[in-house]
Nanobody, 116 residues
């Protein structure tokens, strides 16, 4: 597995914006798919958004129209632009990469807190 490193989390007021980024190190080939998941306190980890190598995206219903996922395949990076943040978006956000053979890599997570 290749380490994934997230950055960009923090505290933001409701209605605010944040941009999360995820980079990989020591890897020269691109993942089949990359994505963002989140886990709120006391809840299971859930998918937020994914993007394949062809650029196909999928979003959780709760973030559609507010979040945008993008990736740079050459650099094996993926970003998540989050707008109109709500308190219910508060969670630890994890970056995920899925290899062509199906194996999965995870980052350590970055905290996002939405509160006034």
């Amino acid at each position: 597995q290749v380490p994934l490193v997230e950055s960009g989390g923090g505290l933001v007021q409701p209605g605010g914006s944040l941009r999360l980024s995820c980079t990989t190190s020591g890897r020269t080939s691109s993942f089949y798919a990359m994505g963002w998941y989140r886990q709120a306190p006391g809840k299971q980890r859930e998918v937020v958004a994914t993007i394949t190598s062809s650029g196909s995206t999928n979003y959780a219903e709760s973030v559609k129209g507010r979040f945008t996922i993008s990736r740079d395949k050459d650099r094996n990076t993926v970003s998540l632009a989050m707008n109109s943040l709500r308190p219910e978006d508060t969670a630890v956000y994890y970056c995920n990469g899925v290899d062509w053979n199906g194996s999965s890599s995870w980052g350590q997570g970055t905290r996002v807190a939405v509160s006034s």
